[in-house]
Protein backbone atom coordinates (compact mmCIF):
# COMPACT_ATOMS: atom_id res chain seq x y z
CA UNK A 1 0.00 0.00 0.00
CA UNK A 2 2.53 2.14 1.08
CA UNK A 3 6.26 1.61 -0.99
CA UNK A 4 8.99 3.82 -1.56
CA UNK A 5 11.48 1.91 -4.62
CA UNK A 6 14.89 3.11 -4.37
CA UNK A 7 13.82 6.25 -3.24
CA UNK A 8 16.90 8.72 -3.63
CA UNK A 9 16.21 12.53 -2.55
CA UNK A 10 19.58 14.86 -3.28
CA UNK A 11 19.42 18.70 -1.83
CA UNK A 12 22.00 20.10 -3.88
CA UNK A 13 25.40 18.25 -3.38
CA UNK A 14 23.66 16.26 0.44
CA UNK A 15 22.03 12.89 0.15
CA UNK A 16 19.34 13.03 2.58
CA UNK A 17 17.96 9.45 1.51
CA UNK A 18 19.88 6.98 -0.43
CA UNK A 19 17.82 4.31 -2.51
CA UNK A 20 15.34 3.39 0.02
CA UNK A 21 13.18 0.51 -0.24
CA UNK A 22 10.45 0.25 2.45
CA UNK A 23 6.96 -1.64 1.92
CA UNK A 24 4.00 -1.15 4.02
CA UNK A 25 1.32 -3.51 3.87
CA UNK A 26 -2.12 -3.03 4.55
CA UNK A 27 -3.12 -4.23 8.06
CA UNK A 28 0.27 -3.46 9.13
CA UNK A 29 1.50 -0.73 11.69
CA UNK A 30 4.82 -0.31 10.83
CA UNK A 31 7.93 1.90 13.12
CA UNK A 32 9.97 4.36 10.99
CA UNK A 33 12.95 4.89 12.94
CA UNK A 34 16.41 6.70 13.13
CA UNK A 35 18.42 9.01 14.68
CA UNK A 36 17.86 13.00 13.82
CA UNK A 37 19.15 13.71 10.03
CA UNK A 38 18.63 10.41 9.40
CA UNK A 39 16.34 10.80 6.52
CA UNK A 40 12.48 9.95 8.06
CA UNK A 41 10.48 13.39 7.23
CA UNK A 42 12.13 13.41 3.41
CA UNK A 43 11.51 9.72 3.47
CA UNK A 44 7.76 10.73 4.92
CA UNK A 45 7.63 14.12 2.56
CA UNK A 46 8.20 11.58 -0.65
CA UNK A 47 5.46 9.07 0.64
CA UNK A 48 3.38 12.24 0.83
CA UNK A 49 4.03 14.19 -2.78
CA UNK A 50 5.58 17.03 -1.09
CA UNK A 51 8.52 16.27 -2.47
CA UNK A 52 9.42 14.27 -5.08
CA UNK A 53 12.59 11.62 -5.28
CA UNK A 54 15.46 12.52 -6.97
CA UNK A 55 15.41 9.11 -8.29
CA UNK A 56 13.29 5.79 -7.71
CA UNK A 57 9.66 5.45 -6.46
CA UNK A 58 6.89 6.68 -4.35
CA UNK A 59 3.72 4.86 -4.30
CA UNK A 60 0.43 4.86 -2.15
CA UNK A 61 -1.54 2.21 -3.67
CA UNK A 62 0.23 1.25 -6.40
CA UNK A 63 -0.06 4.88 -7.63
CA UNK A 64 2.95 7.60 -7.98
CA UNK A 65 2.74 9.26 -4.31
CA UNK A 66 1.88 12.90 -6.40
CA UNK A 67 -0.92 11.61 -8.09
CA UNK A 68 -4.66 12.67 -6.60
CA UNK A 69 -5.52 9.29 -6.56
CA UNK A 70 -2.92 8.58 -4.42
CA UNK A 71 -4.03 11.59 -2.12
CA UNK A 72 -7.61 10.60 -1.91
CA UNK A 73 -6.18 6.61 -0.23
CA UNK A 74 -3.67 8.47 1.90
CA UNK A 75 -3.99 10.19 5.77
CA UNK A 76 -0.84 12.33 6.58
CA UNK A 77 -0.37 14.13 10.35
CA UNK A 78 2.98 16.13 10.29
CA UNK A 79 5.29 16.47 13.20
CA UNK A 80 4.11 20.30 13.36
CA UNK A 81 0.48 20.72 13.66
CA UNK A 82 -1.07 23.29 11.20
CA UNK A 83 -4.24 24.94 11.89
CA UNK A 84 -6.35 28.22 10.48
CA UNK A 85 -6.39 30.58 13.43
CA UNK A 86 -9.30 32.05 12.39
CA UNK A 87 -11.64 28.90 12.00
CA UNK A 88 -12.86 26.58 15.38
CA UNK A 89 -11.76 23.39 14.87
CA UNK A 90 -15.41 22.44 13.45
CA UNK A 91 -15.11 24.80 10.47
CA UNK A 92 -11.72 23.19 9.91
CA UNK A 93 -12.98 19.58 9.78
CA UNK A 94 -15.90 20.99 7.21
CA UNK A 95 -13.18 22.76 5.13
CA UNK A 96 -11.27 19.17 5.17
CA UNK A 97 -14.32 17.38 3.68
CA UNK A 98 -14.98 19.67 1.48
CA UNK A 99 -11.68 19.09 -0.37
CA UNK A 100 -12.39 15.49 -0.23
CA UNK A 101 -16.00 16.03 -1.65
CA UNK A 102 -17.35 14.41 1.16
CA UNK A 103 -21.06 14.01 0.93
CA UNK A 104 -22.56 16.79 3.28
CA UNK A 105 -24.29 13.93 5.53
CA UNK A 106 -21.85 11.21 5.78
CA UNK A 107 -19.51 14.26 6.59
CA UNK A 108 -21.17 15.77 9.17
CA UNK A 109 -21.85 12.07 10.77
CA UNK A 110 -18.50 11.50 10.34
CA UNK A 111 -17.01 14.26 12.01
CA UNK A 112 -19.21 13.80 15.19
CA UNK A 113 -18.00 10.27 15.42
CA UNK A 114 -14.29 12.01 15.49
CA UNK A 115 -14.99 14.72 17.61
CA UNK A 116 -16.30 11.63 19.99
CA UNK A 117 -13.63 9.79 19.69
CA UNK A 118 -10.75 12.24 20.15
CA UNK A 119 -13.11 13.90 23.60
CA UNK A 120 -13.02 17.45 21.59
CA UNK A 121 -16.41 18.56 22.67
CA UNK A 122 -15.40 20.66 25.16
CA UNK A 123 -13.55 22.98 22.48
CA UNK A 124 -14.50 21.87 18.97
CA UNK A 125 -16.28 25.26 18.35
CA UNK A 126 -13.62 27.64 19.86
CA UNK A 127 -11.17 28.94 17.42
CA UNK A 128 -8.02 27.18 16.80
CA UNK A 129 -5.74 30.38 18.14
CA UNK A 130 -6.75 29.54 21.32
CA UNK A 131 -5.81 25.91 21.24
CA UNK A 132 -3.01 24.05 23.15
CA UNK A 133 -0.42 21.74 21.51
CA UNK A 134 -2.61 18.71 22.38
CA UNK A 135 -5.90 20.67 20.81
CA UNK A 136 -4.23 21.02 17.63
CA UNK A 137 -3.11 17.97 17.54
CA UNK A 138 -5.99 16.27 18.25
CA UNK A 139 -8.09 17.88 15.59
CA UNK A 140 -5.27 17.18 12.67
CA UNK A 141 -5.69 13.71 13.62
CA UNK A 142 -9.37 13.82 13.30
CA UNK A 143 -8.53 15.69 9.71
CA UNK A 144 -6.31 12.68 8.66
CA UNK A 145 -8.81 10.69 9.42
CA UNK A 146 -12.02 12.44 8.38
CA UNK A 147 -12.18 10.84 4.81
CA UNK A 148 -11.81 6.96 5.75
CA UNK A 149 -7.92 6.66 4.58
CA UNK A 150 -6.56 3.58 3.39
CA UNK A 151 -2.92 4.75 4.14
CA UNK A 152 -2.43 6.73 7.39
CA UNK A 153 1.54 8.47 7.53
CA UNK A 154 2.27 10.02 11.20
CA UNK A 155 5.42 12.03 12.06
CA UNK A 156 5.70 11.94 15.64
CA UNK A 157 2.18 11.09 16.88
CA UNK A 158 2.75 11.94 20.39
CA UNK A 159 4.09 15.48 20.78
CA UNK A 160 2.11 17.65 23.10
CA UNK A 161 -0.29 15.08 24.17
CA UNK A 162 -1.04 14.38 27.32
CA UNK A 163 -1.24 10.74 28.86
CA UNK A 164 -4.66 9.78 27.88
CA UNK A 165 -5.01 11.94 24.94
CA UNK A 166 -1.86 9.62 23.89
CA UNK A 167 -3.70 6.25 24.74
CA UNK A 168 -6.25 7.53 22.50
CA UNK A 169 -4.26 7.93 19.74
CA UNK A 170 -2.05 4.81 20.24
CA UNK A 171 -5.30 3.12 20.45
CA UNK A 172 -6.75 4.39 17.25
CA UNK A 173 -3.29 3.23 15.45
CA UNK A 174 -4.29 0.06 16.34
CA UNK A 175 -7.31 -0.46 15.45
CA UNK A 176 -6.71 1.44 11.99
CA UNK A 177 -4.14 -1.24 11.10
CA UNK A 178 -6.59 -3.95 12.48
CA UNK A 179 -9.06 -2.53 10.43
CA UNK A 180 -7.15 -3.08 6.97
CA UNK A 181 -5.00 0.43 7.16
CA UNK A 182 -1.42 0.76 6.32
CA UNK A 183 -0.24 2.86 9.19
CA UNK A 184 3.39 4.12 9.33
CA UNK A 185 4.50 5.75 12.38
CA UNK A 186 7.70 7.74 12.79
CA UNK A 187 8.53 8.60 16.10
CA UNK A 188 11.41 9.06 18.44
CA UNK A 189 9.74 6.71 21.51
CA UNK A 190 11.04 3.46 20.83
CA UNK A 191 9.03 1.99 23.61
CA UNK A 192 6.14 3.41 21.39
CA UNK A 193 7.21 1.17 18.57
CA UNK A 194 7.45 -1.32 20.46
CA UNK A 195 4.42 -2.03 22.14
CA UNK A 196 2.64 -1.19 19.14
CA UNK A 197 4.28 -1.94 16.31
CA UNK A 198 3.96 -5.22 13.31
CA UNK A 199 7.32 -4.28 11.87
CA UNK A 200 10.11 -1.96 12.25
CA UNK A 201 12.51 0.14 10.15
CA UNK A 202 15.37 1.39 11.59
CA UNK A 203 16.94 3.93 9.03
CA UNK A 204 20.48 6.07 9.14
CA UNK A 205 22.23 8.80 6.58
CA UNK A 206 19.15 7.55 4.43
CA UNK A 207 19.76 4.12 4.29
CA UNK A 208 17.58 1.66 6.02
CA UNK A 209 19.93 -0.78 8.79
CA UNK A 210 17.68 -3.21 9.32
CA UNK A 211 13.76 -4.29 9.03
CA UNK A 212 11.54 -6.71 10.41
CA UNK A 213 9.66 -7.61 13.61
CA UNK A 214 11.42 -7.64 17.24
CA UNK A 215 11.98 -10.98 17.07
CA UNK A 216 13.12 -11.03 13.63
CA UNK A 217 15.64 -8.30 14.54
CA UNK A 218 16.58 -9.74 17.65
CA UNK A 219 17.86 -13.04 16.31
CA UNK A 220 19.42 -11.24 12.93
CA UNK A 221 21.41 -9.52 15.02
CA UNK A 222 21.73 -11.98 17.46
CA UNK A 223 20.92 -9.29 19.92
CA UNK A 224 17.73 -9.65 23.33
CA UNK A 225 16.97 -7.06 25.47
CA UNK A 226 15.12 -3.75 24.36
CA UNK A 227 14.35 -2.44 21.33
CA UNK A 228 16.34 0.72 22.66
CA UNK A 229 19.96 -1.12 23.02
CA UNK A 230 19.64 -2.94 19.59
CA UNK A 231 18.80 0.93 18.16
CA UNK A 232 21.69 2.23 19.66
CA UNK A 233 23.46 -0.85 18.28
CA UNK A 234 22.54 -0.43 14.64
CA UNK A 235 23.09 3.18 14.56
CA UNK A 236 26.57 3.43 17.00
CA UNK A 237 27.74 0.64 15.05
CA UNK A 238 27.07 2.50 11.43
CA UNK A 239 28.06 6.10 12.62
CA UNK A 240 31.42 4.09 13.73
CA UNK A 241 32.25 3.11 9.97
CA UNK A 242 31.57 -0.65 10.72
CA UNK A 243 30.97 -3.29 7.99
CA UNK A 244 27.35 -4.30 6.95
CA UNK A 245 26.41 -7.91 9.03
CA UNK A 246 25.74 -10.71 6.44
CA UNK A 247 22.80 -12.29 8.81
CA UNK A 248 19.96 -10.90 6.38
CA UNK A 249 19.98 -6.62 8.19
CA UNK A 250 20.10 -4.44 5.52
CA UNK A 251 23.58 -2.49 4.62
Known amino acids: MIELLGATKRFGARCAVDRLDLEVRPGELFAF??????????????????????????????????????????????????????????EFL???????????????????????TFEMGDFIDELCENYSQGMKQRVVFASALVHDPKALVVDEPLVGLDPRSARIVKDLFVSQAR??????????????????????????????????????????LQHEGPLEDLFLKLTDDRRAGAKPASNGVAP
Open 33 to 90: LGPNGAGKTTSIKMICGLLSPTSGEARVGGRPSSSPEARRLLGYVPDQPYLYDKLTGR
Open 179 to 220: AGCAVLMSTHLLSIAEELADRIGIVDHGRMLAVGGLAELRER
Open 94 to 116: RFVVEMHDIESRRAERRILELIE
